[in-house]
């Protein structure tokens, strides 16, 4: 089935640091989807990709639709506390009835 | 609130015990997902239903099962708990997967 891999799986930055990860896949995706999960909460979505090469922000995050298709990235400019969580990417099934989730990029903040 | 509705928040129970876990999907939403997220884990998938019928299965025990009734709220059941079992159940609903899914704020199961 289809596989997502994170990474990096974890980080430990300073405030004010940017931050980048990435996903990728050994198979092609039509969307991707960032999840943001703050700890003890349900994930949240962040951002949605859908045309390959595409490039979108929300605030200071931005990630990218890579141009193969198979992978996406996402950075977060100037962190602050509030950045503290797991990221997941995602990207629908063939079928597009169901998610298939990375595996996640925990970020820590430290003082 | 994300729309997704599910109770309980916290529960704590003994081995060998069952208890059902209720969800609320987003109002418009057809299908559900359920999934499990261990400590420091990711999120396994589960099972998913769309309109009351089940459409998928992932990595779930025999000792679990699901359904969804026809005002499309959901309900998952575990049995014969071990601690094993102990984490975060999140239910999730979607219109379509590549608009994305919406969270509830899942139940904290603990088993002792």
């Known amino acids: 089935g289809q596989q997502l891999n994170q990474s990096p799986q974890s980080m430990f930055i300073q405030e004010g640091e940017d931050v980048s990860m990435n996903c990728t896949s050994s198979?092609?995706?039509?969307?991707w989807l960032w999840y943001k999960q703050d700890p003890g909460e349900g994930p949240v979505l962040l951002i949605a990709?859908?045309?390959?090469?595409e490039l979108t922000s929300n605030g200071r995050l931005t990630a990218q639709f890579g141009i193969t298709r198979k992978d996406s990235f996402l950075n977060i400019s100037a962190s602050i506390p509030s950045d503290v969580g797991i990221y997941f990417c995602a990207g629908p099934n063939f079928g597009n009835e169901k998610l298939t989730f990375g595996t996640g990029t925990r970020l820590t903040i430290i003082p | 609130d994300s729309g997704v509705t599910q109770t309980p928040k916290h529960l704590i129970t003994a081995t060998g015990q069952r208890v059902t876990l209720r969800c609320s999907p987003r109002?418009?939403?057809?299908?559900v997902y359920w999934y499990q997220q261990s400590l420091d884990q990711g999120l396994q998938f589960l099972i998913q239903y769309y309109n009351g019928e089940e459409r998928a299965k992932g990595n779930i025990l025999e000792r679990f099962s699901a359904q969804q009734f026809p005002d499309l709220h959901s309900e998952l059941n575990l049995s014969s708990l071990e601690l094993g079992d102990s984490a975060l159940y999140f239910c999730a609903s979607s219109v379509l997967a590549n608009y994305g899914y919406t969270f509830g704020s899942g139940t904290r199961l603990t088993v002792v």
């Open positions: 198979s092609i995706f039509n969307t």
């Open positions: 990709l859908y045309k390959a090469g």
């Open positions: 109002s418009g939403d057809l299908s």
